[in-house]
């Protein structure tokens, strides 16, 4: 049986974040920091949280209250990361069309931080059942709120790539489809848990969720190491889209 604080515990708590970590030393000597700051920022940030709240559960020090205390702050720094890479993403996305990226870019970042703060006050104020695990639930409702609202920017990203045809860079892509894969499996792991399902092993459900963030972690790691392939392109040009068009408006509105 699986359980808390077994080998598996512990290798899929620490081992993401030992890879988190090369990878942002490969980042800096490779300088790719400059394409992707806000990322780089994100994984070194994770990686100082989680191993702070791997020694804190490992090496008891403090109270159960400041553990949890920690972990919110971290959720609360992480989630506008987050926001703000997803927007980082956007701009790459539509790189091509400068005033459609740093528009977009606003938008992403402004909703994103309203979001957020929308999910703090709901988890500060959603009621509890169970008084003595207040903090506890009132940190999974705000961790569950912040997971709804990662997916569904990068569902945003992805059905505006499709609807454009528009062309993903190699490690932007990676990285997108690494966060897509954690939202989607974290909101499916909530689901069964709301349903009452799997309540006496929710640990599994613990587990799945680490493992989840370990197999992102890796496709990041093959999508921004391994060299892409070099696709043969076509001399015909591509037709003129919307996002054109907007461009060149967006443009003419800000020169005025």
């Known amino acids: 049986m699986l359980q808390a604080h077994s080998f598996l515990w512990h290798y899929l708590w620490l081992a993401p974040h030992v890879l988190q970590l090369g990878l942002g030393i490969v980042i800096w000597q490779r300088r790719w920091y400059k394409r992707f700051p806000i990322f780089f920022v994100y994984i070194i940030f994770e990686c100082v949280e989680e191993f702070t709240l791997y020694t804190m559960d490992v090496v008891p020090f403090g109270s159960d209250a400041l553990f949890w205390g920690v972990f919110r702050v971290g959720l ?51 009621p509890v059942d169970n008084p003595q695990f207040t903090i506890v639930s009132r940190v999974h409702v705000l961790e569950q709120t912040f997971y709804i609202v990662q997916c569904g920017l990068i569902l945003f990203l992805f059905s505006f790539g499709a609807y454009y045809k528009l062309s993903w860079e190699h490690r932007a892509f990676g990285i997108a489809v690494g966060f897509g894969v954690v939202a ?51 001399a015909v040009a591509l037709p003129e889209n919307n996002l054109a068009m907007w461009n060149r408006e967006l443009e003419r509105l800000l020169q005025r």
């Open 76 to 126: 609360i720094i992480e989630g506008l990361l987050k926001i703000a890479l997803i927007a980082e993403l956007f701009r790459h996305l539509v790189s091509q069309w400068p005033a459609v990226a740093m528009l977009g870019n606003r938008l992403i970042s402004g909703f994103g931080v309203i979001l957020v703060v929308f999910a703090a006050l709901i988890a500060a104020y959603s």
């Open 184 to 234: 989607c499996e974290h909101m499916a792991a909530w689901a069964i848990m709301a349903s009452g399902a799997m309540l006496d092993k929710r640990h599994l459900l613990d587990l799945l969720n680490m493992a989840t963030y370990h197999l992102c972690v890796l496709i990041w790691c093959y999508y921004l190491l391994v060299p892409q392939k070099k696709a043969t392109t076509s």
